[in-house]
Nanobody, 126 residues
């Protein structure tokens, strides 16, 4: 039974930083494409960043240079370091995983591509 649990969200002022974590249980992360998505009320879930098994990463344009996705396979944990936060980054951040999704070379899969999801952690920037 695959479980993903996010942590690290909170409230921060514009310009601040947060580090999100996503801990996995029930399977080994090492062979999975992993991603971070975000969602606000009334809007579709938006892909923010993804990281492949070889460490290659992809980001949406609005977070490039500010967010960094990383993974620690030994700890079965995915991270999202978010710097220079803006009010428009306010959202529920949700991690996702799937062993069969292509996300190499900077490609950012869509939300319909992932089979496993966490419950999310709220990020509020004021």
């Amino acid at each position: 039974h695959v479980q993903l649990v996010e942590s690290g969200g909170g409230s921060v002022q514009a310009g601040g930083s947060l580090r999100l974590s996503c801990a996995a249980s029930g399977y080994s992360y090492s062979s999975y494409c992993l991603g971070w998505f975000r969602q606000t009320p009334g809007k579709d879930r938006e892909g923010v960043a993804a990281i492949d098994t070889d460490g290659s990463t992809g980001y949406i344009d609005s977070v490039k240079g500010r967010f960094t996705i990383s993974r620690d396979n030994a700890k079965n944990t995915l991270y999202l370091q978010m710097n220079s936060l803006k009010p428009e980054d306010t959202a529920m951040y949700i991690c996702a995983a799937d062993p069969d999704v292509y996300c190499s070379g900077g490609y950012l899969p869509g939300n319909h591509d992932f089979g496993y999801w966490g419950q999310g952690t709220q990020v509020t920037v004021s």
